[in-house]
């Protein structure tokens, strides 16, 4: 499958040697749903900058559907939400899509129809005609995301696309990303909600001072190796707690079992072998999963550890 | 395409958003309604041939259209007699539509032989100083050049196909003719009403197309030149720091379409706003006075495009300040100031030229700025030469574009000034590409 998005050893240093990005690569393949996390000024922001050609890298380059996102083609198939995005508050919501539609080379029928429709997509139906000046945050937000899909665009880039809209409201911007995905579209997310995230992506890259440090599927980067969770009929006694504390690295008791940490993944094969000796019903046995929160936490504290001694 | 018309549109947009669209109509419909509220009386040909037949001896030039008046009196007492029409013992030729008759008596042909002399030095003085090469009192005068006296001296009062003969041979005596085929450009007493008959006022020493004319120019060059342009750049000039403004290029620049195509395109749809806006003022006041006098002037309706030419001068200037700072009152007042500035420039060289000062350091420096600064000012006396040119026949058009030291050479001045605006334009795209978003 052809990758929708490339960053190929993306670096950018600002002006004042700010070093926004360090040798990003990363390819964001067709269809996917592809999460940015990174914290304030990790340089997310930058990246999808550099990806739209509004900032131009130092180092390396990018494309977009396999087109150099120097040239303007590239974003043809494109949608985008920047965040804090300002619309110019003299358009009306049906006026401001027509300005965006015929800066994207659309026009007459075809581009009032298709602006109407997004507009009744995104709950700002009764609403066109009204100047943008007396728009909520949310319904600007809303607006956002219409004109991100004014040109029923290949790939999608949304900075924070739920900032300021309500929990009901960001359940049907989800539902619209879904929508999204079933129809092929690629969607490049970058958000700070994390359970968002969490709930949409496939896959997540995690920037820390402008470097990639972590990246993978949800389940790699949430699965803890090497930490199983033994779930039993009834809590275990002292004595067998002991006994597993001598054969594996940790063992803590929980409420329904415990939770055991291995050397090797063979190990825990004589865990359950000592459970059951000592006549333990057994009734689960899983692999431990961390929240998406805390693997963000860890490798951000750990990016932030490895630069330290370098400082 | 659509990108360029989805542009002008936010263009107009924005203007109608400020009321500036809706001031500048405004001044559109109150100047043509001030058009439609005049009312010209037509001189007669017979009291002007009159009245300047009596006054043949004083000579008066305008200043430009609205500069001074230069007169010279000499002194040749004479009696004019009743203007009449031609009779067949006149003996002028045939085909002059029209001609009216008056004889003119002097006391001797001496005096005729000063008028001669004087008019010569007359119109020869440099308009502004009055500078002029010395009466040669000792110069001989011929039969010709008095009869080319009282042609030249009619003609350019208005008459026209003037035939001057003397009477029975005796030079003191002399019977001329004068057609008058367009009385409406007659140097003569007429009244101007204003404000539908509610006010009226006597006009004489300038024919009633050339008040038109200038009064065309006064709104070209002081209404719409000056406070339009000011309107006109206040609004058009926040229209790239808006853009540009962080939140809002974003939306601008991720669309499938150049930087370059799409600071022209602003740069293209302001122009040409300015230009439907310009069209829409002159041609209802060029309408109003059409109706109210039968003079329709052309080059009137043109002048938007003078308007819209001074525009696009500084237009550039409003972009790269707006492009660079993203600030909207810099840009505008940046702009606007510039535009004084330059103004200034070409203003101090042409006075410094009008008064004759040859070669100075101040001049060389002035020719400097001038040969680079945008030349609206210039525009000012090419609206000036247009409007005279239009459809004024070539007496009055000469009258009416006597300014001095106004020779504007046009190519001169509108080739630098699209090349001033061309490379600021050039600096300003070429900031636009480079720059981080």
């Known amino acids: ?93 049906l006026s401001a899509l027509a300005y965006y539609g015929g800066l994207s080379g659309m026009g007459g029928g075809e581009l009032r129809e298709r602006a109407k429709a997004l507009l009744g997509l995104v709950g700002l139906a009764g609403v066109e005609r009204r100047k943008i000046r007396g728009f909520s945050k949310g319904m600007k937000q809303r607006l956002g995301l219409a004109q991100a899909l004014l040109a ?44 968002e995230v969490e709930r949409l992506c496939d896959r997540v890259a995690i920037l820390e001072q402008g470097e990639i440090v972590r990246s993978g599927t949800i389940e790699e980067l949430t699965r803890a190796e090497l930490v199983f969770a033994v779930t039993t009929v009834a809590p275990l006694s002292a004595e067998v707690l002991a006994e597993l504390a001598a054969l594996v690295v940790a063992a803590r008791p929980l409420d329904d079992g415990v939770e055991v940490s291995v050397a090797r993944e063979e190990a825990i094969d004589a865990v359950i072998d000592l459970l059951r000796a000592r006549g333990v019903s057994v009734r689960g046995l899983a692999g431990k999963r961390h929240s998406l929160e805390e693997v963000f936490l860890a490798s951000v504290q750990d990016a932030a550890a490895r630069q330290e001694p370098a400082r | 395409m659509s990108a360029f018309l989805a542009i002008f549109r936010d263009a107009w947009r924005e203007s109608l958003d400020r009321r500036s669209v809706q001031v500048l109509v405004l001044i559109g419909l109150v100047l043509a309604l001030f058009c439609a509220s005049l009312s010209f009386g037509t001189p007669d040909p017979d009291r002007a041939l009159a009245d300047h037949s009596q006054s043949i001896s004083t000579f008066t030039r305008r200043i430009g259209f609205f500069g001074g008046r230069s007169h010279t009196q000499v002194d040749a007492p ?70 080319d006296f009282f042609r030249e001296r009619l003609e350019e009062v208005g008459f026209a196909d003037v035939i001057a003969r003397p009477i029975d041979g005796d030079e003191r005596a002399w019977r001329v003719a004068a057609a008058c085929p367009r009385p409406i450009e007659l140097v003569a007493s007429w009244t101007l009403h204003l404000s539908f008959g509610a006010f009226k006022i006597d006009v004489d020493e300038v024919s009633p197309a050339e008040w038109i004319v200038a009064f065309e120019l006064f709104l070209a060059n002081v209404f719409v030149g000056f406070f339009g342009m000011l309107v006109l750049l206040s609004t058009f000039a926040s229209a790239v720091p808006e853009m540009v403004r962080k939140g809002s290029i974003d ?81 505008t007042l940046g702009s606007i100031g510039f535009w004084g500035l330059s103004s200034a420039v070409v203003q101090a060289r042409e006075g410094m030229r009008m008064m004759g000062v040859a070669s100075t350091r101040w001049l060389k420096v002035l020719d400097a700025v001038y040969w680079i600064a945008p030349k609206t000012r210039d525009l000012d006396h090419l609206n000036e030469f247009f409007l005279a040119h239009s459809n004024l026949s070539p007496a009055a058009a000469a009258r009416a574009a006597a300014m001095p030291g106004a020779d504007v050479n046009a190519w001169y001045s509108c080739g630098t000034s699209a090349l001033f605006a061309a490379i600021v334009l050039a600096l300003t795209v070429w900031v636009f590409r480079r720059r981080d978003w």
Not at chain 1, 16 to 28: F, I, M, Q, T
Not at chain 2, 95 to 107: D, P, W
Request: hydrophobic residues 45%; proline residues 5%.
């Open chain 1, 1 to 93: 499958m052809a990758s929708a998005i490339v960053a190929d050893g993306v670096s950018k240093t600002f002006r004042g040697a700010v070093r926004a990005l360090r040798d990003v690569r990363l390819a964001v393949e067709s269809g996917e749903i592809f999460g940015l996390l990174g914290r304030n000024g990790a340089g997310k922001t930058t990246l999808v900058k550099v990806l739209l050609d509004l900032v131009r890298p130092t180092a390396g380059s990018a494309f977009l559907l396999g087109v150099p996102a120097r040239r303007a083609a590239a974003r043809r198939r494109v949608g985008y939400l920047p965040e804090d995005h300002r619309f110019p508050d003299y358009h009306t919501a």
């Open chain 1, 152 to 195: 029923d665009p290949e790939v999608l880039l949304l900075d924070e696309p739920t900032d300021g809209v309500d929990p009901l409201g960001r359940a049907e911007i989800r539902g619209i990303l879904e929508e999204q995905k079933e129809r092929g579209r690629t969607i490049f997310l970058n958000s700070h909600l994390l359970s």
């Open chain 2, 78 to 147: 004479h009696e004019t007699g009743a203007v009449r029409a031609p009779q067949p013992e006149d003996d002028l030729p045939a085909g002059i539509e029209g001609a009216r008759v008056v004889e003119l008596r002097f006391h001797s042909t001496a005096d005729v032989d000063d008028l001669a002399r004087a008019w010569r030095t007359f119109r020869s003085r440099h308009p502004w100083t009055g500078d002029a090469p010395e009466v040669d009192h000792a110069r001989a005068i011929g039969s010709r050049e008095r009869a």
């Open chain 2, 251 to 331: 939306l601008v620049l991720a669309r499938p379409i150049g930087r370059t195509r799409l600071l022209l395109f602003r740069y293209g749809a302001a122009v040409a706003s300015v230009v439907a806006l310009a069209t829409v003022v002159f041609g209802a006041c060029a309408a109003a006075l059409w109706l109210r006098s039968g003079l329709f002037n052309v080059s009137f309706v043109a002048c938007a495009l003078t308007a819209a030419a001074a525009f696009a001068m500084l237009f550039p200037v409003a972009l790269l300040l707006g492009v660079a700072t993203r600030n909207t009152s810099l840009a």
